[in-house]
């Protein structure tokens, strides 16, 4: 395929960056944020449908070619390619429609829904995360578009439900076989506008342990869960020491860890109760080098011993939800694009960084094989707290970064 050469792909880069219209951005994201697109199960019609309903009439207006998937009932996906590229390659660029719940909306100085813009910040819940990253991938395809440039491959924005719980969205975008071949992905998550090539991996488990219900007048006529599950917390901060003195701190992610989150058994109602059952649930956090196939191995064997602690308690792991570590080599091309299209919209080189929790983009590289960047508007400490922002310049910002990379990775075609 002829290509425009460096040149041309800089001059497209020039137009693209020139196109971009703000005002348009800042619109389409207060439109969003004023969306509330909490999955409430227990709230029918309650998640992220009116919001990608917004988003779909957007890139339908654009005259992209748009589809819209079910990753569970009343809760879509939103696919769409710019028809204006060649057939192949693909870079996908990526973002949720989902936010979690704003809480006591008494807490917020504004009101979480309202979008309102005041000293140079969009306020509300998701206004970071992530409808401004939302915002800003479809105002630089906009703009790309508005040049009439002829990209190399096919810029597929993929704006997809349930992020914040089982990531069932994405999951059902890589099986449906959107991911298939692609060339890279950004993913619009947070991370001040800072391209972060690795990300940590989790692993979310409930440890259960049976015991015998019994009066507590007669403790030792049942079986108490209680003290194993006491024992295996003690166990988490052995294994979390453990994994630390493996593997050490990572340099952009920090530490591994262990960390007990729930601790269940019995109800106030009957404190005179032995109770029969007792959960600990567990968030494991992972960095790049440790196996979580190890991990799994670890924790059967700790849930066993914290067990045998007390004579016929039987203990059971259940894995939840498994999320690998990802790392994606600065040699990909989207990694490369990406950088090059920070340090000429930034006007420097960028500073690696690593993002702390998993996103969509584990299972973009972990089941597609996808390599992943993850780079957004809006500070990573902001996310899921009250008063969350975005600010209007790091909304520009991202919009011409994404543009600019979208260039870069695909080429131009004369």
């Not at 979390?240 to 050490?248: F, V």
């Not at 960390?259 to 269940?264: K, L, Q, Y």
Request: aromatic letters at 4%; glycine letters at 10%; hydrophobic letters at 45%.
């Amino acid at each position: 395929m002829a290509t425009a050469g460096e040149g041309g792909v800089e001059r497209a880069v020039d137009a693209a960056l020139a196109a971009v219209d703000d005002r348009y951005l800042v619109d389409l994201a207060r439109r969003l944020v004023a969306v509330p697109s909490v999955f409430r199960p227990d709230e029918p019609g309650a998640g992220e449908a009116a919001a990608a309903a917004l988003v779909e009439r957007e890139l339908r207006a654009l005259d992209l070619q748009v589809t819209v998937e079910h990753a569970a009932p009343g809760r879509p996906n939103v696919i769409a390619d710019w028809p204006g590229s060649a057939a192949a390659p693909v870079l996908i660029v990526e973002g949720h429609t989902d936010v979690v719940t704003e809480g006591d909306p008494a807490l917020w100085s504004v009101p979480p829904f309202a979008g309102i813009v005041r000293d140079g910040r969009l306020y509300g819940r998701g206004a970071a995360d992530m409808k401004g990253g939302i915002a800003a991938a479809i105002t630089a395809v906009r703009a790309l578009r508005e040049t009439g440039v002829r990209l190399g491959g096919v810029v597929r924005l993929a704006l997809v439900a349930d992020e914040e719980g089982m990531m069932l969205g994405i999951k059902t975008f890589v099986r449906n076989g959107w991911a298939d071949g692609a060339l890279g992905a950004i993913v619009c998550e947070p991370e001040a506008n800072r391209p972060c090539l690795v990300q940590k991996g989790a692993l979310r488990a409930a440890v259960r342990f049976r015991g015998r219900m019994a009066h507590g007048a007669m403790p030792r006529s049942g079986i108490n869960p209680i003290p194993a599950a006491a024992a295996l917390i003690q166990e988490a901060a052995e294994l979390q020491r453990a994994y630390l003195a493996r593997h050490g701190a990572h340099p952009l992610l920090g530490e591994p860890s262990v960390t007990p989150t729930v601790c269940r058994a019995g109800d106030l109602a009957h404190l005179n109760v032995v109770p029969a059952d007792a959960l600990v649930a567990l968030d494991i956090r992972t960095i790049p080098g440790q196996a979580h196939e190890a991990i799994r191995g670890d924790l059967g064997d700790a849930a066993d011993r914290a067990a045998a602690g007390v004579p016929g308690c039987r203990a059971a792991v259940d894995i939840i939800e498994e999320r690998p570590w990802t790392e994606t080599s600065p040699d990909a091309a989207v990694a490369r694009a990406v950088e090059r299209a920070c340090e000429r919209v930034q006007g420097r080189s960028p500073d690696p960084a690593g993002v702390p929790g998993a996103t969509d983009g584990t299972f973009l590289h972990a089941w597609a094989g996808v390599p992943i960047v993850t780079i957004g508007p809006g500070d990573v400490t902001i996310p899921h707290q009250v008063d969350e922002f975005v600010g209007l310049d790091a909304l520009g910002e991202a919009a011409r970064i994404y543009a600019a990379a979208a260039c870069y990775c695909l080429g131009v075609r004369p």
